[in-house]
Antibody
Framework: QLQLQVSGPGLVIPSETLSLTCTVS??????????WGWIRQPPGKGLEWIGTIYYSGTTYSNPSLKSRVTISVDTSKNQFSLRLSSVTAADTAVYYC?????????????WGQGTLVTVSS | DIVMTQTPLSLSVTPGQPASISCKSS???????????LYWYLQKPGQPPHLLIYEVSNRFSGVPDRFSGSGSGTDFTLKISRVEAEDVGVYYCMQSVQLPFTFGPGTKVDIK
């Protein structure tokens, strides 16, 4: 059974870069059956799609964040990563990594448990 | 961006009674391949969201048949035929017909 686990710092200083990694277990990130995505949720608020990557390295990002977002994949480690630069308090959120069905991107399953990242000095 | 709206934003339901949530999109979610890319997710308290319904009306694996989805174009509905205590949480609709994927604001369902 495919499982995703997010890891990374829970506290980031304003203006610095948020870095998170999602480790995929129970299957290969290179299988081609999935795209791999990032979703975030500010405390008490709704969901926002950040971006998506395929194992080949093709990426798609939300234009609202695009200039600050970098999504990468490391097939040797079965991981994909998110970097968000120049963070502000508005980037405080629970960050989820997800698997996206390659034939239906809106099919988000599985989800990682998520990690709260707080932007504060 | 496609804007997703949901009504109501909150719903209090007596166990055993039905519930209905409406989701509207600012553009048609029907793609040129004939598929409609509208999904429903439920986020239970303290958990990540999980998939309930895909492409308007298809229940995901393990989802009870009391959940059903319907609609077309820009208007969609999620129905729970008989609400149970375990159905509490926030329900989100989401579109993936066009990037960026966008979610509705969520409908919070609780039990009376």
């Amino acid at each position: 059974q495919l499982q995703l686990q997010v890891s990374g710092p829970g506290l980031v200083i304003p203006s610095e870069t948020l870095s998170l990694t999602c480790t995929v277990s129970g299957g290969s990130i290179s299988s081609g059956s999935f795209y791999w995505g990032w979703i975030r949720q500010p405390p008490g608020k709704g969901l926002e799609w950040i971006g998506t990557i395929y194992y080949s390295g093709t990426t798609y990002s939300n234009p609202s964040l695009k200039s600050r977002v970098t999504i990468s994949v490391d097939t040797s480690k079965n991981q994909f990563s998110l970097r968000l630069s120049s963070v502000t308090a508005a980037d405080t959120a629970v960050y989820y990594c997800v698997g996206q069905n390659s034939s239906a991107w809106g099919w988000l399953d599985p989800w990682g448990q998520g990690t709260l990242v707080t932007v504060s000095s | 961006d496609i804007v997703m709206t949901q009504t109501p934003l909150s719903l209090s339901v007596t166990p055993g009674q039905p519930a209905s949530i409406s989701c509207k999109s600012s553009q048609s979610l029907l793609y040129s391949d004939g598929r409609t890319y509208l999904y429903w997710y439920l986020q239970k308290p303290g958990q990540p969201p999980h998939l309930l319904i895909y492409e308007v009306s298809n229940r995901f694996s393990g989802v009870p048949d009391r959940f059903s989805g319907s609609g077309s174009g820009t208007d969609f509905t999620l129905k729970i035929s008989r609400v149970e205590a375990e159905d509490v949480g926030v329900y989100y609709c989401m579109q993936s017909v066009q990037l960026p994927f966008t979610f509705g604001p969520g409908t919070k369902v609780d039990i009376k």
